[in-house]
């Protein structure tokens, strides 16, 4: 699971060699969430869905029954975008390091552009844009608006193509596989199913645990070797 690579100053194949992430993150990505999900699952106490959408989904379903609201709803949805958030957080500070230090603006481009899609992507997620207020508020279908970030990510893989197979590719290739789950589960399969909320949104927050560890260990790659 190691990929090595050289950069120069500006980016191209030269002098510093980046290794691919140890075991141990790649554990500490995945783990957390399955065990988490999987406790969520069995424990008899708390309907599952309410831990897993977003809370104010929960509440407002909840308030339309007489039985709103618990400190719980949307536990797992929350928990989602505080991980993103740092994410998106780590990616900027180190886009920013490698900008003030010059030596290195491929990098710094690198690390910027992860924490503007990250920042875009829990910006959609907390304030449910392709869910909800595309669809309601302009018309704009849920496919569509998923589409167009699939494209986003897209344009950003094959952008950093380089980088991101020096970094080590493993955990971003989970996180997409575990997103690309999540949003079938969301597009097609009915919210009847009893496995659909462990589907999609399990699925979601592998993503995001797998997708922010891959850039925590690339904006540490980038700082490291510079």
């Known amino acids: ?10 980016g191209s194949a030269a002098t510093d060699r980046l290794t691919g992430p140890s075991l141990w993150v790649y554990l500490v990505a995945i783990i957390p969430p399955v065990l988490l999900c999987t406790a969520i699952a069995l424990q008899p106490y708390v309907e599952p869905a309410e831990l897993f959408r977003d809370p104010l989904s929960v509440a407002l379903d909840a308030a339309a029954r007489g039985e709103c ?17 740092g994410g998106s957080f780590i990616a900027l500070f180190a886009a920013t390091v490698l900008f003030t230090r010059g030596n290195s603006p491929g990098a710094g481009q690198f690390m910027a552009a992860a924490g ?8 959609d997620d907390m304030f449910q844009g392709h869910e909800f207020v595309y669809p309601t508020l302009f018309g704009i279908p849920e496919i569509f ?46 919210d009847t199913v009893a496995w659909h909320r462990l589907t999609e949104d399990g699925s979601k927050l592998l993503g995001i645990c ?11 790659t980038q700082l490291a070797s510079r």
């Open 210 to 220: 797998t997708w922010t560890a891959f850039h925590w260990w690339a904006a540490w």
């Open 69 to 85: 609201c618990h400190a719980y709803y949307g536990f797992v949805s929350q928990l989602g975008n505080l991980v993103w958030v």
């Open 1 to 10: 699971m190691r990929t090595t690579i050289a950069y120069s100053a500006k």
């Open 116 to 123: 503007m899609l990250t920042g875009i992507l829990v910006m």
């Open 145 to 190: 608006t998923v589409a167009i970030y699939a494209l986003l990510v897209a344009a950003y893989l094959w952008r950093f193509r380089t980088r991101i197979l020096a970094v080590g590719p493993g955990l971003l290739i989970i996180s997409l596989l575990a997103f690309a789950i999540g949003v079938m589960a969301d597009l097609f399969v009915s």
